[in-house]
């Protein structure tokens, strides 16, 4: 069944990209269905050894003279789902439905972030009728990961020295400049005892969650980090030994649920005493950020434990690591400068492993907070490993593409002015320009909420006034 109206191009290969694994590191489906697009409209492509695509389409009558442009989206989404889904990202096609406008996926991401992008770029390459200059759509892999498809990508097939990057989430608003960032992954081998017991299952549900770079100033709940608090109350008066700890699933999203199982020395009344006071004074903290959060904590047999000092240590770096709006920016009202996200943690059978995200507008920002946990890692006697470092989006005094922008929405828009801002997440336009220090770039993109959680909506009037200034933009240029 057809959700969208197949009419309208973009609609169409949304909702078909929708039916296409394409989660971070798995592109390859869609990409050779990018690859299949063009050979459909008799389009000149390259697909390179990272699966990023590039399709060329020659300028309309009259433009031929005009300088090329690049359109650019990223082709990987976040693969979130809710506990209770049984999807499965690596065959399942995503399950749509409208609500109020707004386009949705039952139990999971929607993958507008940046289906929309991909799905805009199609539509401009495949349409005959619109005006515009010689276009190169770059469709890159990996961006919410590594951003291997940006760094990998070889320029020379990149004839052009003017982008518009469609990862925008905010139909009135062009972003002028990114975060950089990078991962920190901290691990430590572990033994288990066996040791058959009565024990406690902690769970944590209910947090809103959101993007790491988006989201992170609105100061919503971090799973991860409150179950390590609920726990480092029972540690002050008794010992624990873990079983179990995860929570999270992607390093940049904020983990929306965490879970533990464990022993604890102390009665059973006062621990359940402990997490229920904890559990209260936390709700309160953030009623008016995660309303629905929910704190429970049940009886459960347990096989087999953590050595209690292993176990406190666990904890207690949990407890102690930074996490969440660090810095804001004095010079450009409201802009988070740094943050931390610990996005994901993990017992497995032999080590722990805890992920984080640390994000700047500076580099020296990235490499303090990495530094600063990286230091309290070893601490504990904990190895600390820093990958997938991404520059940052400076900034450009002078840009004649930002400049058109403003001037081509106010036209269309009955005089409004559209917003100019730098933002905390981080976009490939910054490797872009460091590969090509001369590129002139703008962003945009429809209103998109929630992204990277299963809460994420399209607005799907913005999709559609979008995609018309995308148009009526290319035709100035």
Known sequence: MTILDASKGYQKYFEEITKIPHGSAEEKQISDYL???????????????????????????????????????????????NSSSNHDFSKDPLDLYIEDGFLKAHGTTLGADDGAGVAYILSVLTDPSLKHPHLIGLFTVNEEATMEGAFNLDMSLINAKR?????????????????GGMDIVI??????IHAPAKGYALSIKGLLGGHSGGEIHKERGNSNKIIARLLHQCILKGDVQLESLKGGLKINAIPREADATFTSSLPESEVLDIINKTAIQIKKELE???EGLTITIEPCNINKVLDKDVSKKIIDFLYLVPTGLRHKSDHLNGLTTSSENIGIIDLQDETFEFGLSVRGALDSYVQDLADEIQTLAKVFGFSA?????????????????????????????????????????GLECGIFKEKCPDMDIVAIGPNIYDVHTPDEKLDLKSFDRTYSFLCKYLENL
Do not use: C
């Open 187 to 192: 691990h430590h081998p572990i033994t288990y």
């Open 385 to 425: 490993t820093t990958e997938n470092w991404y520059p940052a989006w400076d900034y450009m005094e002078h840009s004649p593409m930002r400049d058109l922008m403003t001037k081509v929405y106010k036209e269309t828009h009955d005089g409004k002015e559209i917003q100019m801002y730098a933002v905390h997440g």
């Open 35 to 81: 690859v299949q697009v063009a050979h459909d409209h008799n389009l000149k492509v390259v697909q390179d050894e990272s699966n990023n695509v590039i399709i060329y389409k020659n300028a309309s009558l009259g433009y031929e003279d005009h300088p090329a442009v690049v359109l650019q989206a990223h082709i990987d989404m976040v693969n979130e789902k």
């Open 288 to 290: 008016f950020t995660d």
């Open 163 to 179: 982008m518009i990057n469609i990862d925008g989430e905010e139909e009135d608003a062009s972003t002028t400049g990114s975060a």
